[in-house]
C-alpha cells in the first residue's frame, strides 16, 4: 500500500491548526470583547433592559397612620382609594353615555366628567380622585361589563374624619395627595406629625406572565414600613361635648370666638380642646382659611384677672401673705402713670387675701403684689411657664409676652399682678392654673398619649411631660380654698360656675382686650374663667374664655360653660362627691 | 534518566528479536467473555427515569403555575375584602360620630343628666346630691350642628324668583298645577 500523494494545494495538517486555532482565538476575542463591553463598559443598562422585560415593578404603600382618641377612636383614618382615569382617545365616541353612567355612580358632575372623556390631545384625564376603592372597583368594572372602554385606575388613598368637626382645630386635614399618591399635609397634627404618620413606601418588583407572578421568577421585595399611630390625650366624646358648649357660649353671648380646655389635673393630659369658630375637616375647602388653626395655642390675649390666682399663690408660697390677712383696700390706688381702680365702684373695703381674691379686686392684688421683691413675680410666673410655648405638638404655637428686663417697669409690674400687660395662650394659662391643682407641683400639658416624633425631630408626649415644683403644697391648698370662695353664691363673683354636689375651685377673668387693627384696647372684653374640681382632691381643670362677649364678663358667660363642662366631666369619669365642706375662710375683716 | 539510557542502548538487539518473533501473526483466541446481563431492563429503567423526572418536572411546573394564578386570586380578593372591611369600619365610625349620637338622643327625648349619686358598694353609702335632669329647653339643649360656613355674597347669591305672569294668573282655576309643571319642565 502506498500513501497518497500529497495535494500540493493543501497545507500541512500542522499550518491548518494554526488558522485553525487563529479563527477560534479571533472570534473567543469578538466574544471576550463583547463580554467586556457587556459586563464592564455599560451593564446597568443592558441589566434594566433584560429585568424590564416580562417584570413589573410595584410601589407597595405604606399606610399612614390613625390618629386616634384616647379610647382608640379614629378621629383621622387612611382608607384604600383609588383614582379613576380616562384615556380620551378611547372615551370620546361614547362620551354622553359614559359621562351619565359616571355621573350617576360617582355623584361628580356630568358636564365637567363629558368635557374630560373628549379632551383632544389627552390620553390621561381624571374623572374622579380619592374615591373609595371598593366603589371604584365595581364602577369601572360595571363600566366595562356595559361595554366603555378607556377607563383606568390608579392608587389614590383617601383620608377620612369620621368625626368631621370633632377636633379638627388640632388633627388638622390633608390636602389632595401629590401625584405620586403621598399625603399632602395641609394644617393640625397632620402637619406638624407628617413624617411619624407617613411611613416609608415599598416596593417589589417580579417577572409576571398571563398577569400572574412567575413562580421561580426573579423577585425583589423592599417591605413597605407603615406609618405609626398618633394617639392623642382627647376624649372623642368630652371634645364633642366641649365644643358645643363653647359654641352655645359664644353665639348665646354674640362674642367673636371662644376657646375651652379641659385637663387631667393628675397627669396634665388635654382631654378636650376646643376652638370657636372651628372649620370640618372632612370639607376643608368650604371653610375660611384662617380657621385651619387651634388659636388656644396660635392666639395670645391678655388673662386678665385668672392671672391673680398665680399672683396670689406666689404671695403666699413666699409668706408674704396668708389666706386671712386684713388688707385696707382704697377706692382707687394712684400709682406712677394712671390710677388703677376695681371693677365695681367702692369706698375703702376692709377684705382679706382670700376676699381679695374672691371679689378679684385689682388694688387688693397689687397691694398684695408689692412686697415682692424686684423679679421675684417675674420668677414665679416663668416657673408657671408663661412666657414659654407648652410644646404640645403643634406647629406655630405662640409663647405669648412677658416683659423681661428694662420692659418690665414698676407700672408693668403693677398692671400684671393683675393680669394685664402679658400675654399668654389658653394652654399655658390652663397649666399654670392646673400646678395650683397638683398640690404646686406644674405638669407640662400633653396632647400625644406615650410618645411621637415631631418633624422637628423632637419627641413629644406623656412620657417625655416634666414636672416642676412652682409653689409648696400648703401654698396650693390655701390658694385653692381661697378660689373655692370665688363660687360663693354670697361673697363670691362667680356662684354661676358652681357645679352642684362638688367642691369647685375658680376664678374669673374680664380683661380688656387688645385688637389686632388697631394694637389697642378697643373697649372690647375677654371674658373666662379657670377652675378645677373637686377642690380638695382635684380631678381636673378646665378653662374657658370667650373673647368680646357681649353679654357679660367672666363669672356671667364663661362661668356657666365652665359649670357645664366641669359637671359633664366629673360625671363621666364617675368623680364621686367629696362630701366635705367647701371653706369658709372670711372675705372682709 | 541519565542512569537508564545506556541500559537501553545494551538491551535493545535482544527487544528487537522479541519484536520479532512477536510480528507474526497468530489466531488469538477468542476471549472468554462472561454472559452479558441483557439490556432491555437497564434502558428501560433509565427511560422510566427520565421520563419520570420531565413528567414530574412538568408537572410539578405546572402545579406552581396554578399556584401562582391561585395566589394572584387570593390577592385580588384579600384587596376586595380588606376594601369591603375598611368601608364596613368607615360607615360604622360615621354611625359613632358624636354628632351623629347627640342628635339622635335628642330627636328620642332625651337630655343632658343633672348631677349623679354615688353610692359605695363596700359601705352601700349613698352620697350626692342627685337632681332630675330639667326638661328639654333651648337653653340646656346642646346645638347639635355647626352654623356652616359664611360664603361670599358672589357664590351664594340670593334666590331669583320669577313671578308667573299676569295671563297665567287667569288659569289658575283650570289647573294651576300641570301648567306650572309643564313650564319648569321647558327650563
Partial sequence: MTRPARDPLRASPQFRLQVGFILIAMVLSVFAARLVQLQGVDPDEYAAMAAAEGSVDVILPATRGEILDRNGKALAKSIDGRMIVADPTLTADDAPELASFLSQRLDIDYFEVLERLRVEGSRFQYVARQVPARLATQVVADAEAEGFVGLFMQRDPVRVYPFNDVAANLVGFLGTPKRNGSARALAGLEDSFNDYLSGIDGEARYEVGAGAQIPLGDSAITPAVDGSDLALTLDADLQFYTQRVLQQTVEGSRAESGIAVIMDSRTGEILALADYPSYDASTPQDWPKSRYKSSALTDVYEPGSTEKVLTLSAVIDAGLGKPRQQYVVPGVLNRQDRPIHDHWAHGIEHLTLAGILAKSSNIGTVLAADEFEPGQLRSYLTAFGLGRQTHVGLNGETKGLLPKGEAWTDQVDDRIAFGQSLSVNAVQMIAAVNAIANDGVRIDPSLVKGRATLDDGTEVGTDEAGTRRVISTEAARQTALMMERVLDPVDGVAPLASVPGYRIAGKTGTAQRVVESCACYDGSHTASFVGFGPTDDPRFTAYVVVHDSRTGGGGAVAGPAFAKLMSYALRRYGVAPTETRPSKLPVEW | ?187
Wanted: charged fraction near 20%; hydrophobic fraction near 35%; aromatic fraction near 2%.
Fill in chain 2, 1 to 187: 534518566m541519565s542512569s537508564t539510557a545506556p541500559q537501553l542502548r545494551s538491551r535493545l538487539p535482544r527487544i528487537a528479536e522479541a519484536a520479532v518473533q512477536r510480528a507474526r501473526l497468530t489466531v488469538v483466541p477468542r476471549p472468554r467473555t462472561r454472559p452479558r446481563a441483557p439490556r432491555v431492563p437497564f434502558v428501560t429503567l433509565v427511560s422510566v427515569i427520565l421520563l419520570g423526572g420531565v413528567v414530574g418536572l412538568l408537572l410539578f411546573n405546572t402545579s406552581m403555575q396554578q399556584a401562582s394564578f391561585r395566589a394572584a386570586a387570593l390577592d385580588q380578593q384579600l384587596a376586595d375584602l380588606t376594601a369591603q372591611e375598611e368601608a364596613l369600619s368607615t360607615e360604622l365610625q360615621e354611625l359613632s360620630d358624636p354628632a351623629r349620637v347627640a342628635d339622635r338622643a335628642q330627636k328620642a327625648g332625651m337630655v343632658i343628666a343633672g348631677p349623679p349619686n354615688v353610692m359605695n358598694l363596700g359601705t352601700g353609702e349613698v352620697t350626692g346630691d342627685a337632681q332630675a335632669a330639667p326638661p328639654a329647653q333651648p337653653s340646656n339643649t346642646l346645638p347639635v350642628t355647626v352654623p356652616g360656613p359664611t360664603k361670599p355674597k358672589v357664590l351664594d347669591p340670593d334666590p331669583v324668583i320669577v313671578r308667573d305672569r299676569g295671563d297665567d294668573r287667569s288659569n289658575d282655576a283650570n289647573g294651576r298645577q300641570d301648567g306650572g309643571s309643564d313650564r319648569s319642565r321647558q327650563r
